[in-house]
């Protein structure tokens, strides 16, 4: 008997980027478990992952290619072998482009793998769609409006390092659920508090973080700016803002401290439903604390006015100097940190010419609305739209067409493969090769094949090979190995990969960038226009923005006449059992997640419409609507129903909440609107 310790790295949509050992025993999978030498993650893995190699094994596994035999959306198929499949894709993408164009063609990249080889950092497949022209993909579920709200301010979107949290005095943890949604920063946040941090969660819903926080404020949901603005006045009004920085550091100050002391408490407790005086002395605590780390994610920015929260959130240290000081300032992702070469993986000089860009956020518009040419292909790379992106119905409608080939690369019968006309089975995480970086920290990762694929599974980059070959395209990038691809990635000479190769990638699983010990980003300057922090942006007039950071309401948040009739705003946060969608299928998680859809109310709320604990209710508005069982608890704040994503509409009565979001863009980096939703809830009948 031979056994293996194999080091890898999860390849989930979390912040954490965990490093992960796995334990091989005569060429099978026997264990799991978090690497406990990486500085970050320590041997920690979610409940998620720990059933990882449960879920590998599952049943309902797809092992090899599939077709179509039933109609879209009925998810019956025949298995075909790979010949068949990569022939009937290639004959069918060869008259659609030839008829319609590359531009026809959608490579629909998700978050199943954020890998740069295999995922959605390199866009796996990407050489290969150029050569076609195919349409570009803007993966902007995300985190797009917090990204360009935030590059406003501070010129890139890499906030400060979360290690740098046990530094903090004072934490504000704004719109994060820490111990559901990235649990390894709680160690810095505990460490910090030994040291007499004080710990505040900004959240309407009392979250598992905002329980073992010292404060939790609840404001209405998108009023985050808003609350923002007046904490800065009321640290202004103290005469505490660090005019050293201000005047060295940053451009605009004057015009907005005009907007910030405008913002009094008594004005945001009107928008924000927070009371004046928890405003007052929140911005007080700031006022007299150095250092203050905030830490938010993307839910806050999920909404209407999204870009601008987290660009007036930006701005806020820039006002008590805090993005000078080690354990100060603003964390909200550090990718903007990690410079590898995704240019290098792209190879866009492989198309024949410039090409339009659709939204992951807006397929059912690409899907319906579009023309010259319409979508005609749709390649469906580690994703699950039918159920994770807005205004669920419309998708379906779009993946219903007769006339959309449809193919889907996939490790389960998600319900996006049940509208496929081909199903490619994809290999997981412990199958294949790839290089990752966690964008919750700063560490490169390697991930090496712990075992072989089952089955007749594939990585994607082996896929988009044997379909380049089968359509006969030349060009030698479309074949390169998986190795050379990492190789690629981590060229192009950035002084914070300095030392960092494959070869020490490999030998050592996981190395941290080369960034200055301590890393304080922004110490010194910043990397916009003017080489400062810019409360005022040229930038963001010349896109037709308001020069100023400051506070933009929601769209349907603040509607007060759609709010007479949908008088709820539905926050659909992450959930602790599932990672957007995937593990939605495990049954055990499903079990630990309620069994489906859970709506929490605050008691005043169901008692309005005569609801009980354990009510099945159906959640509406013009959009749609999803089933669900009530929760009553002052968990949540009074004009708030709270549900979870990543419920699989098939396991959950046809829909999930994504019914009733609208297909919207936010105010900055056109991401998605998930909390910005009105609906009314009643009872269902008895059955």
């Known amino acids: 008997m031979s056994e293996l310790k194999v080091l890898g790295a999860c390849p989930l949509d979390c912040p954490d980027g965990c490093s992960w050992v796995v334990t091989v025993r005569d060429g099978e999978a026997v264990g799991l478990r978090g690497n406990p030498h990486h500085p970050y993650t320590r041997g920690a893995l979610c409940t998620k992952v720990n059933r990882w190699l449960e879920r590998a094994g599952q049943d309902d596994r797809i092992l090899h290619p599939l077709r179509r035999v039933g109609a879209k959306g009925e998810g019956r ?4 072998s790979w010949d068949e499949a990569l022939d009937e894709i290639a004959a069918r993408l060869g008259t659609i482009v030839e008829r319609h164009g590359g531009e026809s063609v959608w490579p629909y990249w998700g978050m199943g793998t954020l890998g740069y080889v295999q995922g959605l950092e390199g866009q796996a497949g990407r050489r290969f769609f150029n050569t076609l022209g195919a349409s570009a993909h803007r993966a902007d579920l995300c985190s797009a409006a917090g990204n ?26 704004w719109g994060t659920n820490t111990l559901t949604s990235g649990h390894h920063m709680w160690t810095f946040v505990q460490a910090a508090r030994r040291e007499g941090a004080h710990v505040v969660a900004i959240d309407p819903v009392a979250t598992r973080t905002a329980k073992q926080a010292d404060e939790h404020l609840a404001p209405i949901p998108g009023t985050d700016a808003a609350l923002a603005l007046a904490l800065m ?28 002391e405008r913002f009094t408490p008594e004005v945001a407790a009107s928008i924000t439903g927070l009371p004046a005086e928890r405003i007052t002395a929140l911005g007080e605590r700031i006022a007299r604390t150095r250092p203050t780390a905030i830490r938010a994610t993307q839910g806050l920015q999920r909404h209407g006015g999204g870009g601008s929260a987290l660009r007036t959130l ?17 964390t909200y992702s550090t990718s903007g940190h990690v410079p590898l070469n995704r240019e290098a993986l792209f190879r866009d000089d492989l198309r ?7 939204s992951m956020s807006r397929l059912a518009e690409g899907l319906l609305e579009l023309d010259d040419p319409p979508v005609k292909a749709l ?24 006339d959309l080939f449809t193919v889907v690369l996939e490790q389960f019968p998600t319900d996006t493969a049940a509208y496929a006309d081909i199903v490619l089975p994809a290999t997981m995480q412990h199958e294949h090769a790839d290089l990752h970086d966690g964008y919750g920290h700063l560490y490169l990762a390697w991930n090496e094949p712990a075992v072989a694929p089952p089955g007749e599974c594939l990585p994607t980059t082996e896929t988009f090979r044997r379909l380049a070959r089968r359509m006969g395209l030349t060009d030698p990038a479309l074949y390169e190995s998986d190795e050379e691809l990492a190789e690629q990635a981590l060229s192009g000479g950035h002084p914070y990969l300095t030392g960092i190769t494959l070869d020490r990638l490999k030998k050592e699983g996981f190395v941290r960038l080369a960034v200055p010990a301590p890393f304080i980003p922004y110490a010194d300057g910043f990397p916009t226009p003017s080489g400062r922090l810019e409360f005022r942006s040229e930038t963001a007039a010349a896109l037709g923005h308001d020069p100023l950071a400051g506070y933009v309401p929601s769209v349907e948040g603040a509607d007060a006449g759609l709010a007479a009739r949908f008088p709820l705003i539905l926050i659909s946060a992450a959930s602790h059992f599932f990672l957007n969608s995937m593990f939605g299928e495990n049954p055990e998680l499903r079990r630990r997640a309620g069994g489906g859809p859970v ?26 609507a999803f089933e669900a069982v009530v929760a009553v608890t002052d968990e949540v704040r009074p004009g708030v129903a709270a549900t979870t994503k990543g419920h ?40």
Do not use: K, Y
């Not at 198929?77 to 075909?80: A, D, G, P, S």
């Not at 590059?151 to 046990?166: K, N």
């Not at 009004?237 to 015009?255: I, S």
């Not at 820039?318 to 100060?328: F, H, K």
């Open 352 to 358: 024949p010419g410039p090409v339009r860009r659709l």
């Open 599 to 624: 709506v929490r109310l605050h008691p005043d709320e169901a008692s309005a419409r005569g609801l009980a604990d354990g009510d099945r209710v159906r959640v509406r508005n013009d959009r749609g």
């Open 233 to 260: 006045h009321v640290i202004v009004r103290l005469g505490a803002q660090d005019e050293e920085f201000l005047r060295d550091h940053t451009l605009g100050w004057e015009e907005f401290r005009e907007r910030v």
């Open 148 to 173: 360009a709200g935030q590059e406003l301010v501070m010129g890139s979107a890499g906030g400060i390092d979360p290690e740098d949290l046990a530094h903090a005095r004072l934490i504000i943890l």
């Open 379 to 402: 390649f469906v790379i580690a994703a699950n739209p039918a159920a994770s992106t807005p205004d669920q119905n419309r998708v379906r409608e779009g993946l219903l067409r007769d």
């Open 314 to 330: 930006a701005c806020l240290p820039g006002v008590t100097g805090d993005w000078r000081l080690r354990g100060g300032g603003l």
């Open 648 to 687: 699989w509409p098939r396991l959950s009565g046809g829909a999930n909440a994504n019914a009733v979001v609208a297909e919207r863009a936010t105010d900055l980096g056109a991401g998605p609107v998930f909390h910005d939703t009105r609906v009314e809830i009643e009872r269902l009948p008895l059955r």
């Open 77 to 80: 198929f025949e298995r075909i």
